[in-house]
């Protein structure tokens, strides 16, 4: 109930902060002040992504299983994190246009965009950074990636997932849900999440794999 009290106070925070920066971009206002109306807008969609994997894990439902693409999902994901964020997330090219797998969607969903949080998070500290998307199939197998160029996982492994509340970066404060729900998630869904350093070593590859896919075009 708190959960979604807060979701619903945090809509109008998110609905004003976009309202007052697009008036003060039209009126080429204070510099100063729309950085923080869109600091206030980027921690605001946050705070709603925590509430609703609070109010997932309440329900504690997978939800209803039905066919999806991956390259909707992504279109979906980018359109959704642009909204709460203000920043644009990239969504790579694949050699496979349509990759359909069966699962809950609003739950895969989540774990998406909770991996595209934790990216901004590990390039907070680039000065161009960069989050992007991409999916496909290997062997039957499909996949959607999430990667950034961040200072990449320690030791190139993913790590505990046992407390939900501690960050991998040692000097963050505990965050939040984070790869935890991602991993639950791919877990009740039949899939994985892996983890990866990219090989220039230029950050980190956060993929989930699926089931086998339905069809690929």
Partial sequence: MVAHDLKNLLSVVLGHAELQSVRLEEMGGDTGLLESLKTIHLYAGRATSVCEDLLALAAGQEGTHQEFSLSSLAATTAELFHNRSGCDLEIM???????????????????????????LDAVADQEAGQISLRWGDSDG??????????????????????????????????RGLGLTLAFLVMQEQGGALKG??????????MRLEFRSALRTA
């Fill in 93 to 119: 090219p694949s050699e496979a246009d349509e990759v359909v797998v069966i699962g809950s969607r609003n739950a895969i969903g989540r774990a998406v965009l909770n991996l595209v949080w934790n990216a």
């Fill in 141 to 174: 197998t499909p996949w959607l990636e999430v990667l950034d160029n961040g200072p990449g996982l320690p030791g190139g492994e993913l790590g505990d997932f046992t407390d939900a509340f501690r960050s991998t970066r040692e000097e963050a404060a505990p």
């Fill in 196 to 205: 990866r350093n990219r090989q220039d070593g230029s950050g980190a590859v």
